[in-house]
């Protein structure tokens, strides 16, 4: 598939001709007022002035004021293709761009002089960086041979369309200033946007991210959406900008086209936020930036999408983690895109859990963007705390997730939550039919996410990292064998029911597993409202008897065996504590503790995840229970 022979998703289907590079040349508003977002000294800042909504990031601005620069170099980039360390330059980068951004908000609200020169001075550091690009998506080192970036040929990126975005809000904000303060700042920041990120994105259309082979990820509305703020504000207006805004739609249209009619993303909840979130933040701007006459508030997948975030809560500030999310995502969430599109479309619920996340202060490493979209926002920094609506039951078929709770609204009690779906989705783990269980909305039964992004992550020894392995997920090992990595490793018919005292998930893991004469592997996930209880239920057919499978659950928190068939598991975060019981009759009971040293996991779980392993009999045909309920 090319540019030119992509068929029409559901904005462009809705929108026609008025999204074609001639439509927008005809709406779309002059650079200086295509940003909803006022510059610096206007009257938004005095109310954000008074809020202290900004002190986090005041505090540590004056703190690192006059010190020197974070400093990305040579020796930490080469990393990345020496050791497949990729977090050593990364800091440096994300340091300065964090700093970069504190410097901005701070001289929009102050206009003091020594903040416009901290900001120009972060500008400048960036313009003079020799790649924007991070160096695991850096696409000319490895054909090469080399190790450094070639500034001759600039890789299209995450990285590099952050770049231009934030040096695009930051002319938004300061541009009057800078021009007067820092004459040709500004055109330099022009220059090296257009070398390193428009001209990249308009030669160029064999960027894996763009989709164009069916395989549409959130690199694509995270990148379009970020070209599209550069493209308005920094692209001379004219035919050059209107293509540049006429590819970033397309792309985020791509998008949203592959997402399932119920708006759920593969990549899990805390990928939402830079995937589905990024189209809505490039539809919120678009709707500006063209007068109101490209708007989206009427297509369908763009409403469902919108309740996938409160859709996924299990309680306060765990989420249902699926692929490479954690448990509990990071702080710095933009929870007025939520806020904002629920209003506009009506959807209460999307509005109440924005609410009930609204944080008093913005975190000192807010994103610029981000930042001044929700400081913009009056409506929103007026908006009162909410409690959540912790749905009472949710079924996703396009992605073939479930989850449920003892009563909607409430986060007390248990919940439970059921995978299916494939062996190949996006950030994809092998965990066909896993299950997380919660109490009081904390996971007992979890899921472990992902460790810190190395080389290895994403290349050919993925699934030798044990988080993404079948292995450590709460799934069988079917006679000594693992799941299978694939697509075709999938599970087949999943059937859920819900009633009021009783929500039921019941699927075939058998096609997941590459194991001859395996018939059935039927698993039953009941959460039982009535009784309060959850029940594992595991049934297997296979053409004759062999060798013993295994189940494995992975437990969080404190666990201890008080007896025989039953652990008892007291979750971190204050939870009740969990009874885990079976029949030890017909099975045999091992734990294996699995010591947390990296951060990405620690920080979630503590020091320590468990894993319960529950040897079955090698029959041909059998059937295994596990039950969870709240203990004490």
């Known amino acids: 598939m090319t540019k030119t022979d992509q068929s029409p998703g559901p904005l462009l289907a809705a929108w026609g001709p008025a999204a074609s590079r001639e439509g927008l040349a005809r709406v779309l508003l002059p650079p200086g007022e295509a940003i909803p977002v006022p510059p610096g000294g206007a009257g938004v800042w005095e109310r954000v002035r008074e809020s202290g909504v900004l002190d986090a990031v005041r505090e540590r601005a004056d703190s690192e004021l006059g010190t020197p620069w974070p400093q990305p170099l040579a020796s930490r980039y080469a990393r990345y293709f020496r050791d497949g360390d990729r977090t050593g330059y990364e800091a440096e980068v994300f340091g300065r761009q964090d700093r970069l951004t504190r410097a901005v908000l701070t001289a929009a609200l102050t206009g003091e002089p020594e903040w416009l020169d901290e900001a120009a001075d972060g500008v400048v550091l960036l313009c003079e960086q020799s790649s924007w690009c991070w160096p695991a998506h850096e696409d000319t080192c490895r054909p090469r041979g080399t190790v450094l970036p070639d500034v001759a040929t600039p890789c299209l990126d995450l990285g590099a369309a952050d770049v231009a975005a934030q040096l695009a809000w930051a002319d938004q904000v300061l541009g009057d200033r800078f021009a007067e303060r820092y004459p040709g700042l500004r055109e330099r920041v022009r220059a090296e946007v257009r070398a390193r990120v428009f001209e990249p994105f308009l030669l160029r259309d064999d960027w894996h991210w763009l989709g164009l082979d069916g395989d549409v990820h959130n690199w694509c509305p995270w990148i379009c959406s970020n070209v599209l703020v550069a493209a308005l504000r920094l692209a001379p207006d004219g035919d050059g900008r209107a293509r540049l805004v006429e590819w970033a739609v397309a792309g985020v249209d791509r998008y949203l086209a592959s997402l399932p009619a119920d708006g759920s993303v593969d990549e899990g909840y805390e990928y939402w936020w830079n995937g589905a979130c990024r189209a809505l933040e490039a539809l919120d701007v678009l709707e500006h930036a063209t007068g109101k006459a490209l708007a989206a508030a009427d297509v369908p997948v763009v409403r469902e999408t919108v309740a996938f975030p409160h859709r996924m809560q299990l309680g306060g500030p765990w989420y249902l983690n699926l692929a490479d999310a954690r448990a509990r995502p990071p702080a710095d969430l933009p929870w007025h895109v939520p806020y904002r599109w629920g209003r506009r479309l009506g959807e209460p619920d999307a509005v109440r859990h924005a609410r009930s996340e609204r944080p008093a202060r913005l975190p000192a490493d807010v994103e610029l963007g981000r930042a001044l979209m929700a400081l913009a926002d009056g409506e929103w920094a007026a908006a009162e705390p909410a409690e959540p609506p912790l749905a009472a039951s949710v079924w996703l078929p396009g992605t073939q997730v479930a989850l449920a709770r003892t009563a909607g609204g409430a ?31 904390v996971p007992v039964l979890a899921d472990a996410g992902r460790p810190t992004y190395t080389a290895q992550t994403f290349g050919p020894d993925r699934y030798a990292i044990w988080t993404m392995q079948s292995t450590w997920h709460n799934v069988p090992e079917v006679r000594g064998t693992p799941q299978g990595q694939g697509r075709a490793f999938a599970a087949r018919d999943v059937e859920v029911a819900d009633g009021p005292g009783r929500f039921t998930a019941r699927l075939d893991l058998a096609a997941a597993y590459p194991v001859p004469g395996l018939l059935r592997w039927w698993r039953t996930a009941v959460l039982d409202r009535d009784g309060g209880r959850v029940t594992i239920g595991d049934a297997w057919e296979f053409a004759a008897a062999g060798e013993p499978s295994v189940l494995h659950f992975l437990l969080a928190g404190r666990v201890e065996r008080p007896g025989d068939g039953q652990v008892v598991v007291r979750p971190p975060d204050g939870a009740r504590a969990a009874l885990v019981s079976w029949d030890p009759a017909h099975a045999t009971a091992a734990v294996t503790v699995r010591p947390l040293e990296d951060p990405m996991l620690s920080s979630v779980w503590g020091d320590r995840l468990t894993r319960l392993e529950l040897r079955l009999p090698g029959t041909a045909r059998g059937a295994f229970e596990i039950r969870v309920e709240v203990w004490g």
Request: glycine share 16%.
């Open 411 to 441: 986060r007390r009690g248990l919940a439970l939550a059921v995978k299916g779906g494939h062996n190949d989705e996006h950030h994809n783990h092998n965990d066909v039919g896993s299950v997380v269980v919660a109490v009081d909305g």
